[in-house]
């Protein structure tokens, strides 16, 4: 694998493009299954769907289909940013945080975010679900996903047949060689009064457990490798790469197709049954506005036609933030980063739900968690449960540009609460008898930063993102949800989101495996097949 190696359009004899321009007696071709996005979930509806013989499927991604030699290197994903392959969006000054902007990558190839994000596969605790369900997501409580959770992956040699997957399309497994760095994380946690989790990924698993990643033979498997490459040989499913979806193409309340582009060159397509949009968090959302779906004030004021009065498109956007504690070393570290590595998944209040997440880095982080100078590492923690919210706009100067990206951190001051609790908690793991040989003095924030006050500036000045982003065309059955539970747009009909967007609320963990969940459960919820 090399991110992705697959077949795409310039592969097939003809040629894909020919076949969307149009026949030779000048009528259009029409697909059963129009698929927006060839991320992660674009990935899996497009095999999912493709699996029917009887109808045709097209996938559309603006990005290429493959990427740098670094693609394939699990290890080399922070270099990944602000390439080809990432769009490169950045947030609006965070008045929370000193109005600081911050760099919100997304993957721009076949394979999206799951071709350069850092390779873990986590599900989140079972009550990340169940309170989708408890908030209007009919049908999307833990129990309802966990058939999909476990149709997506191949679980090597972890947990239990019950709760895992044994043959699904993505390799999971723990790193398998042992680092002392990373021991006497796993150490330090349990000393600093974390219990051991036998498998993290089993819906109730907390404490300090073995993180798990889609790493083959020492390669990166995104979703493009998993489940797109062994779909390329099918004769009904068409993929084109560089398509730029500028709108949908709507007959009063039904969705008939897309327009798109490919080198400047406008192209329509019409869908005989289904429009899919899996653009993500920040595309499904953009392009839902450019067609007049969204909230009609603001529709009306960037010159949109309105089309459905959705007022929730772009609203409910959020993600995981995170700040951590930061240590010099007495010498140099060369952590394996994909041999047995920890992770820890903790409650800020025992009587509440899982909220919090610590990982580690075998490098001193900064400010915002960019990697700092020198030997050292970091205990990450990330408030997993943020009550914050924000939301996204088109950008009236440009509305097909990149859109205004407005999380709002820390908006509510519930969650300084809980990341000073999370702070503290790190610190505890860092300071722990274990990690002595590995630990000089701490960086950041630093000893003198022990009261409340000196640890709420702290989170504020130095939190940063965890590249998660959710929520924008969230399910539900309200007024502000925009897709129902079967993930039909509210009010427009032949027209679905299946991705990230539609979370009603975060996981409590990082967001991979819940996409290909989310995208499993959509393709059966379209073909029927639940």
Request: overall charge negative; hydrophobic content about 40%.
């Amino acid at each position: 694998m090399t991110g992705f190696t697959g077949r795409a359009e310039s592969d097939r004899p003809g040629g894909t493009v020919e076949l969307v321009r149009g026949s030779a007696g000048g009528g259009r071709v029409a697909f059963d299954y129009i698929i927006v996005g060839g991320g992660t979930a674009g990935c899996v509806l497009a095999s999912r769907l493709s699996e029917d013989r009887a109808v045709r499927v097209l996938l559309l991604e603006a990005g290429a289909r493959s990427g740098p030699p670094a693609m394939a290197d699990p290890a080399m994903w922070s270099t990944l940013k602000g390439t080809e392959v990432d769009w490169a969006y950045e947030t609006v000054p965070q008045r929370r945080l000193g109005g600081v902007v911050l760099p919100w990558p997304r993957g721009k190839v076949l394979g999206g975010s799951s071709a350069i994000n850092a390779s873990l596969h986590t599900r989140g605790h079972r009550d990340s679900y169940d309170a989708w369900a408890a908030a209007g997501a009919t049908g999307w409580d833990y129990a309802s996903m966990l058939p999909f959770l476990k149709r997506a992956e191949h679980a090597v040699g972890v947990g239990d047949p019950r709760d895992r997957g044994v043959d699904g399309p993505t390799t999971v497994a723990p790193g398998e060689a042992e680092e002392p760095l990373w021991d006497a994380m796993f150490e330090a946690a349990v000393e600093a009064g974390h219990p051991v989790a036998e498998d993290l990924n089993s819906g109730s698993g907390e404490g300090v457990g073995w993180s798990e990643f889609t790493v083959v033979h020492g390669m990166r498997q995104s979703a493009a490798d998993a489940y797109l490459t062994p779909a390329l040989d099918r004769s009904n499913l068409d993929v084109i790469t560089g398509a730029a979806v500028r709108r949908l193409v709507l007959h009063g309340d039904r969705c008939r197709g897309v327009e798109y582009t490919v080198d400047g060159e406008p192209r329509s397509v019409e869908a005989e049954r289904e429009v899919v949009l899996a653009a993500g968090t920040i595309a499904s959302p953009q392009l839902l506005l450019l067609s007049g779906i969204g909230p009609a004030a603001l529709l009306r004021e960037a010159g949109i036609t309105v089309v459905a009065d959705r007022p929730g498109v772009g609203e409910n956007l959020h993600e995981h933030p995170q700040a951590g504690v930061a240590y010099r070393a007495p010498g140099p570290l060369h952590a394996a980063q994909f041999a047995r590595r920890p992770q820890v998944r903790f409650r800020s209040d025992p009587a509440g739900p899982v909220d919090a997440q610590m990982i580690f880095m075998s490098f001193p982080a900064g400010a915002r968690g960019m990697p700092g100078q020198g030997d050292g590492f970091t205990v990450v923690s990330a408030l997993t449960t943020p009550a914050s919210r924000g939301s996204l706009r088109l950008n009236p100067a440009k509305p097909e540009g990149s859109p205004l990206i407005d999380p709002n951190y820390l908006a509510d001051e519930r969650d300084v609460d809980r990341m000073v609790i999370g702070l503290q908690r790190a610190r505890e793991v860092g300071e722990a008898k274990a990690l002595s040989a590995w630990r000089d003095h701490e960086l950041m924030p630093g000893t003198a930063a022990q009261d409340d006050a000196a640890l709420r500036g702290a989170v504020r000045q130095n939190a940063g993102t965890l590249f998660h982003a959710v929520g924008t065309c969230r399910i539900g059955t309200d007024s502000g949800a925009v897709v129902d539970p079967q993930l039909r747009v509210h009010g427009v009909d032949g027209l679905r989101v299946a991705d990230a967007s539609v979370m009603p609320s975060i996981v409590s963990t990082n967001t991979c495996a819940t996409v290909l969940a989310i995208a499993e459960r959509a393709a059966a919820l379209i073909t029927g097949n639940c």
